[in-house]
């Protein structure tokens, strides 16, 4: 029996060698070979997600790279750090490594290295991202449309049962489709883009659209703002920039009368006045478009009736939503319900001049731009390439007169800070929010055009918040951008 339990202790005593011995090999050796059955450890050097291209072929995002390190905890890799990093980088990532794992470190530098290796990292949105609020995912773009990414870098490591890295062991590159240039194709232009973003510094709130005006693509959408609100799609009191609707409303039926402005029109118990107390006299359609005049509107909003408002509004898409791309369903804001418009007088002459429940976005209102300049075919805003059937809702002869009507505005009325070469026209506005800061009310600035004039092509939407007037915040914008687009 003794003999037994003394052979045991000896299998014991050589199995327990043999397993001390291998540890503090694995620890303490620098030679050995990294097997398949050791756990990993996977540090990412980049992720792709879909690439976006322009209507030209030209990148939205993705299109720059730095470079990065992968740094290994151990004294060959400190050696270098001094050829990368500054001091007080080199204390961080030094605390770092301590924990016993590579890291990833952004660098400019560029060196002779034999211990670290540095990677190419595609940027998805640098800070010179054209359309950033209208594409970055974190900002609930394209991006956060279009799914998860579509490839990786990275690098993998082994480590032993205690999660040590293993010495000598140089980690594997693992590329999953990281340099695919599999993508999508959008409607928006970077050269316009541009045009837009550099006009719009003015702006410190506010947005910019240009869409073509034969199919309501949307080829630049700026927002301003030092926040992830994109204003372009966002919705606003517009104001002035209705009266183009009641304007194709009037047209369409047949009633343009004309009407003596005095300065105010009293509907019910409520005083609706022009702006500044102006008495216009003698107003014609065109007249009372260049001159902004609201008693004229609100008259004609009477005359024309709720439902033949609601109608030509429902027509052109307001208070609907409308799909950007892969089914991306955004409002074209508010329009107010046919019965409020019935049993309320004073609600239909506020929509009469753009007030009252009325809202719109940017993105959208430009369309209405469209289709006024296009021979009256409205189609819904889109990022998309693909064509859409042509749905006419005003007539040619109503587009024809509005447009002449809105090259009046820019030749002889409000908008004349946006004249350019007689190639512009449009409509400005000046719209209270109903939002008060410190007593005084904010307004929402406009000016919605096309260009050019006589052959237009570009339907192009300026909104300031918090502005002044849109002649004076949203017409130099306006022609500013046509100016450049005129050199090109």
């Known amino acids: 029996m003794s003999k037994r339990i003394t052979a045991l202790l000896c299998v014991f005593s050589v199995v327990f060698c043999t397993l001390a011995g291998r540890c503090a090999y694995i620890s303490l050796g620098n030679s050995y070979n990294v097997s398949d059955s050791y756990n990993s450890y996977t540090v990412n050097i980049g992720t792709l997600y879909t690439n976006i291209y322009d209507r030209t072929g030209r990148k939205l995002n993705n299109y720059e790279t730095q470079k990065v390190a992968v740094i290994r905890p151990n004294e060959k890799a400190l050696s270098e750090l001094d050829k990368l990093f500054t001091e007080s980088e080199i204390d961080e990532i030094t605390e770092e490594l301590k924990k016993g794992y590579p890291i990833v470190r952004q660098t400019d530098k560029d060196a002779d290295l034999k211990y670290i290796d540095v990677y190419e990292k595609i940027v998805e949105n640098s800070d010179n991202m054209l359309a950033r609020h209208m594409l970055d995912r974190t900002y609930g773009g394209v991006e956060n449309w279009l799914g998860d990414e579509i490839g990786s870098l990275s690098v993998n490591f082994t480590v032993d049962a205690l999660g040590r890295l293993l010495a000598g062991d140089e980690g594997k590159v693992i590329d999953n489709n990281y340099s695919s240039v599999d993508g999508i194709v959008i409607s928006l232009d970077s050269t316009l883009q541009k045009i837009a973003e550099d006009a719009s510094s003015s702006i410190p709130k506010g947005a910019v659209v240009i869409m073509d005006i034969e199919n309501s693509r949307i080829l630049a959408a700026v927002s301003r703002g030092d926040d992830y609100v994109n204003r372009a799609l966002s919705s606003y009191a517009i104001g002035s920039i209705f009266k183009l609707v009641v304007s194709a409303c009037a047209i369409e039926n047949g009633i343009t009368p004309l009407y003596i402005c005095q300065s105010d029109i009293t509907v019910g118990d409520t005083k609706f006045h022009c702006q500044k107390n102006t008495s216009h006299g003698l107003q014609s359609i065109s007249d009372a478009l260049a001159n902004s005049c609201n008693c004229y ?53 506020l929509i009469g001049f753009g007030q009252g429940e009325l809202t719109d976005s940017p993105v959208h209102f430009a369309s209405v731009i469209s289709c006024i300049a296009n021979g009256g075919s409205y189609l819904p805003p889109t990022l998309d390439i693909f064509d859409a059937p042509e749905n006419r809702i005003i007539s040619k002869n109503t587009s024809d007169k509005l447009m002449k009507y809105m090259n009046n505005v820019v030749q002889n009325g409000t908008g004349k800070n946006a004249y350019y070469k007689n190639m512009t026209a449009g409509k400005t506005a000046t719209a209270q929010s109903g939002i008060y800061k410190n007593g005084v009310e904010i307004l929402n600035t406009w000016f919605a055009g096309f260009y050019p004039y006589n052959n237009p092509e570009y339907a192009i939407v300026v909104m300031q918040e918090n502005g002044d007037s849109g002649a004076g915040d949203c017409c130099p914008v306006f022609r500013d951008i046509v100016e450049k687009i005129d050199k090109l």
């Open 297 to 349: 509107f609100v008259n004609l909003a009477l005359r024309l009736g709720s439902e033949k408002l609601y109608e030509t509004a429902k027509n052109f898409g307001f208070g609907e939503y409308f799909n950007i791309l892969n089914d991306k369903r955004y409002s074209a804001g508010n329009f107010p319900a046919l019965s409020t418009l019935k049993n309320s007088k004073g609600q239909l002459a």
